[in-house]
């Protein structure tokens, strides 16, 4: 085996999900998902931090969804009929995500990752895992565990729907 095929055998690949909100493009770990649902209007949930939709009742247990859009400081939409819900698990913790849509399965190798770029702040780096370059395209790999809300506002959800 030559040591280009044998570095090809032993490179690292993930795969993740690509959403998008607006024009950008977002991925997910595909082992932090649970599954994919179409928008179904949401609960609010009272004094709960602004990028929290609301809750939705997801196979008896309440499940707080986070305007994915609002979380990460883009301009939120309202949801429509194409809008999706990603729901995510990071360390036992759950939570939907809302997205414009869900496009694509995608393979990234540890070459095709790009740190994310210094701006002075460590808010997008708390956020984004790395950029990934493909077709012309640069989506950022989401963090799913700063994402997904402090257990007390869901435990708040829980104690509002009882």
């Not at 709960?48 to 309440?62: D, E, T």
């Not at 883009?74 to 414009?100: I, K, M, N, T």
């Not at 740190?115 to 895992?129: N, Y």
């Not at 007390?152 to 829980?158: K, T």
């Amino acid at each position: 085996m030559s040591h280009q095929a044998e570095y090809k055998a032993n490179e690292h690949r993930a795969e993740f999900l690509s959403v998008r909100l607006g024009a950008q493009e977002f991925a997910f770990d595909i082992r932090s998902i649970r599954e994919i649902r179409g928008w179904i209007a949401s609960t609010h949930l009272p004094y709960a931090p602004h990028f929290i939709k609301g809750m939705i009742n997801l196979r008896g247990s309440v499940l707080v969804v986070v305007d994915l859009a609002e979380r990460l400081g883009l301009s939120a939409a309202e949801p429509g009929a194409a809008s999706v819900v990603v729901v995510v698990e990071h360390q036992g913790r759950a939570a939907g995500l809302l997205v414009d849509a869900v496009c694509d399965i995608i393979t990234v190798t540890d070459e095709m990752r790009q740190r994310t770029p210094d701006t002075g702040s460590e808010m997008p780096r708390e956020f984004i895992q790395g950029l990934v370059m493909m077709d012309n395209r640069i989506i950022s790999i989401l963090a799913i565990g700063s994402l997904i809300p402090e257990e007390s506002v869901q435990q708040m959800a829980e104690m509002a729907a009882a």
